[in-house]
């Protein structure tokens, strides 16, 4: 005779075992978010470093391998994974978390008296290892391509209404874009790195130097930090080499 609990069909799946997943978290209607803070465009620094306090509460959290975040969007690299994978309990987890702590770090960069309902939906990619940097370089384009579509939309609005300038956008190709803004005075080149390529949180190691009053000798030891990338280099087969070197 089947329980109330055999109805709940879903709760055991569970991710493949042995692999590695990527856990993709993507603001809900974060437009409405954007024009309650009025973030500056194309890019607002505070909201960025918000996404980053986000990002560095889910690493406490979860001890993640490496994150990657860009506008509303973070990628969490998970090779230990918690809640046996169960699949319910990650995207249920990591979501909600991420949406308590982006609201309990609003008022650090913003002042409102009543914010509007924010959330973020998950989703779970499983992969073997050699596919995780051609998934990081993906994302890393689509980060490009907010990029260069968010100071060509930011240029045209300076010129013409909200309608004709998202009307102008869509018609025009990257190089048409590039080519647009230089016109205006605005190298691409020279835009900020996270606003190209977005912001990787890793762990990374800091020498200590020290002295032993003992043995009357200095002492160098190392120390693992939690580091947010804002600089960082274009996604690479051997810039995740380096991330799973000690595995």
């Known amino acids: 005779m089947k329980t109330l609990k055999d109805y709940e069909i879903y709760s055991n799946l569970k991710v493949p075992?042995?692999?590695?997943?990527?856990?993709?978290?993507?603001?809900?209607?974060?437009?409405?978010?954007?024009?309650?803070?009025?973030?500056?465009?194309?890019?607002?620094?505070?909201?960025?470093?918000?996404?980053?306090?986000?990002?560095t509460d889910l690493f406490n959290?979860?001890?993640?391998?490496?994150?990657?975040?860009?506008?509303?969007?973070?990628?969490?690299?998970?090779?230990?994974?918690?809640?046996?994978?169960?699949?319910?309990?990650?995207?249920?987890?990591?979501?909600?978390?991420?949406?308590?702590?982006?609201?309990?770090?609003?008022?650090?960069?913003?002042?409102?008296?009543?914010?509007?309902?924010?959330?973020?939906?998950?989703?779970?990619?499983?992969?073997?290892?050699e596919?995780?940097?051609?998934?990081?370089?993906?994302?890393?384009?689509?980060?490009?391509?907010?990029?260069?579509?968010?100071?060509?939309?930011?240029?045209?609005k300076k010129q013409y209404s909200n309608i004709e300038a998202n009307e102008k956008i869509k018609g025009l190709k990257s190089k048409d874009i590039h080519n647009l803004l230089f016109n205006k005075g605005l190298n691409l080149n020279d835009v900020s790195t996270w606003k190209k390529r977005g912001i990787g949180l890793y762990k990374k190691n800091k020498k200590i130097n020290g002295f032993n009053p003992k043995t009357n000798q200095t002492t160098i030891s190392y120390r693992n930090y939690l580091y947010a990338d804002y600089e960082l280099e274009i996604f690479s087969q051997e810039f995740f080499k380096e991330l799973f070197k000690e595995d």
Not at 29 to 34: D, E, G, I, P, T
Not at 131 to 156: M, S
Request: glycine share 4%; with cysteine; aromatic share 14%.
């Open 17 to 55: 075992k042995g692999s590695s997943i990527v856990l993709r978290l993507d603001g809900r209607s974060f437009h409405n978010l954007a024009n309650k803070l009025d973030l500056k465009k194309p890019y607002d620094l505070n909201f960025s470093k918000l996404m980053v306090d986000v990002s």
């Open 131 to 156: 596919d995780i940097p051609n998934y990081f370089k993906w994302r890393q384009d689509e980060a490009w391509r907010n990029c260069v579509n968010g100071y060509g939309i930011w240029a045209l």
């Open 61 to 129: 959290e979860f001890s993640p391998k490496f994150i990657y975040t860009f506008s509303d969007e973070i990628n969490i690299l998970l090779s230990e994974i918690p809640f046996s994978g169960r699949i319910e309990k990650l995207n249920s987890v990591f979501s909600s978390l991420a949406t308590s702590s982006l609201i309990n770090h609003l008022d650090n960069y913003f002042a409102l008296e009543k914010y509007p309902l924010v959330s973020f939906d998950s989703r779970i990619i499983p992969m073997i290892k």
